[in-house]
């Protein structure tokens, strides 16, 4: 595996882990896209993205909703924002931008899923983007 800013420290604080510096909205362990320890610094540039992805069923789902926390890191360039959308088969189909410096709770984040039937792949994608 090639290590990238959101790969290098797998297991410690990025990936499945136990956070540190936030609680876990769902139990014991969260998913940390980028990294629990702020103030880590990391070389991004705009269109880098992580993303979580897995098979769903969405035959009898007429929308897929996520529930996370996002925190931004308060230094970036003033034109770069992070954005969070629900992919379908790698197409974006939900939006939520968060600005340098905020954190938010994301609960309104949902794919329209009732024209399609049948597996497929769903994801959560967290990406840099520029104005």
Not at 34 to 60: H, K, M, N, S, Y
Request: aromatic fraction near 8%.
């Amino acid at each position: 595996m090639e290590f990238t800013a959101f790969t290098a420290r797998l297991g410690k604080s990025q990936g499945r882990i136990a956070p540190r510096n936030a609680v876990s909205i769902s139990g014991e362990y969260a998913f940390v896209l980028g990294d629990d320890e702020a103030g880590r610094r990391c070389e991004l540039a705009p269109g880098d993205f992580a993303e979580i992805v897995q098979q769903v069923d969405v035959t009898e789902h007429n929308f897929i909703f996520a529930d996370m926390r996002l925190r931004v890191p308060a230094v970036m360039p003033a034109s770069y924002y992070w954005e969070v959308s629900m992919t379908v088969d790698d197409a974006k189909m939900a939006s939520i931008r968060c600005d340098a410096g905020k954190e938010r709770p994301i609960t309104d984040l949902a794919a329209n899923t009732s024209k399609l039937s049948g597996m497929h792949q769903v994801g959560v994608r967290l990406e840099l983007m520029e104005s």
